[in-house]
């Protein structure tokens, strides 16, 4: 069917429709990615450093030749591989989108095997490397944002999810990271993405709103820079820093039921762990109080506690904004309930 090589703005169109196929090494592959990729390393890591070192010290056609003697006993498996991939995707598109780190050699060689198989290849110019220069223009956009705030337990993710329901433009920050944005939050989680897997993600869920948007805004909760490990990209956390705030204000007791009955569950040692990562913000004695709320099982007193301080560092970040503040908007409510505040701030 051919092999076509196409830009990045064509191969992220395409990406929506057909599989990816990424034939860096494991390690690359491990590190970020393209989301949704499937990896199929053309070398494992040990052969690229083999075949790269050959190419620095010795010649490209060496290189090629030593790369060769990998690639051919592989040639089976890879199709296999392939075919055994469609049977979850769509079994009768034979369309597939290759790339590597350059768009050189080894995307080459796995798209003509592909091609001489009977799949119709796209491969990706420039590589890996131009998509992420495709992720730093993306995250650099300014869209429309709505920024969903509220103080914590206020149930914003919750939120966000009734809101994309209702057909609402939402991006779930947290989610992608894979944090709950506190120190509570990667407790029961598994491990973060890397700073660069983080972007990877955020620039697909920004491409697509605003491809798909018509002009609505973007809602996003309300976050500090650092979720967990990872960190919003500065320019784009300005920008959220200078949107207009959809505050939902839901009174202490009801805030702090919703987070005994959320973050009750878990494991008290973590809860303990957690508590004493933030001791030098939440003092001395409040660590020890709630420390000791925690050894008699009275979760409601310890995080009673924890909630005011998390309330003051809010309060703390509001007061912060850049001049001119962005716009506050309040909508009042009386419990946390997803739907129900999800409606309050459309209707």
């Known amino acids: 069917m051919g092999v076509e090589k196409i830009s990045v703005e064509t191969f992220v169109a395409h990406a929506k429709k057909f599989p990816i196929i990424d034939v860096r090494s494991?390690?690359?592959?491990?590190?970020?990615?393209?989301?949704?990729?499937?990896?199929?390393?053309?070398?494992?890591?040990?052969?690229?450093?083999?075949?790269?070192?050959?190419?620095?010290?010795?010649?490209?056609?060496?290189?090629?030749?030593?790369?060769?003697?990998?690639?051919?006993?592989?040639m089976r498996e890879m199709i296999l591989f392939v075919e055994d991939k469609l049977k979850d995707f769509n079994p009768s598109n034979k369309t597939i989108l290759v790339h590597c780190w350059r768009g050189g050699m080894r995307s080459a060689g796995v798209a003509w095997l592909l091609d001489l198989y009977g799949f119709k290849v796209y491969t990706l110019v420039g590589g890996y490397k131009a998509y992420r220069n495709w992720v730093l223009k993306t995250l650099d956009s300014k869209p429309k944002l709505k920024i969903l705030g509220g103080y914590t337990g206020s149930g914003k993710t919750v939120v966000l999810e009734e809101l994309k329901k209702m057909n609402q433009v939402v991006i779930d920050l947290e989610g992608l990271a894979g944090h709950r944005g506190s120190a509570f939050g990667n407790i029961g989680l598994p491990k973060q993405p890397s700073q660069e897997m983080f972007e990877n993600k955020l620039a697909v869920e920004l491409g697509g709103a605003n491809t798909n948007n018509n002009g609505d805004s973007i809602w996003l909760e309300d976050e500090s820079q650092r979720i967990g490990t990872v960190n919003i990209p500065q320019s784009f956390w300005l920008h959220m820093r200078n949107s207009d705030i959809h505050f939902i204000e839901i009174p202490f007791e009801n805030r702090l039921e919703y987070l005994v009955e959320t973050y009750g569950k878990l494991e008290m040692g973590e809860l303990k762990a957690a508590t004493e990562r933030i001791q030098k913000k939440l003092g001395g004695l409040e660590t020890k109080t709630a420390l000791a709320f925690l050894d008699e099982n009275n979760i409601h007193g310890a995080f009673s506690i924890l909630l005011k301080y998390y309330d003051k560092l809010y309060s703390k970040g509001l007061e912060n904004r850049n001049d001119p503040k962005p716009l506050l908007k309040i909508y009042p409510s009386n419990k946390v309930d997803a739907y129900v505040n999800a409606a309050l701030l459309i209707n």
């Open 26 to 74: 494991e390690a690359e592959f491990e590190h970020a990615r393209i989301p949704g990729a499937w990896n199929l390393p053309l070398f494992n890591n040990e052969e690229r450093k083999i075949v790269g070192t050959i190419y620095k010290q010795t010649s490209r056609e060496d290189a090629i030749k030593k790369g060769l003697e990998f690639f051919g006993p592989k």
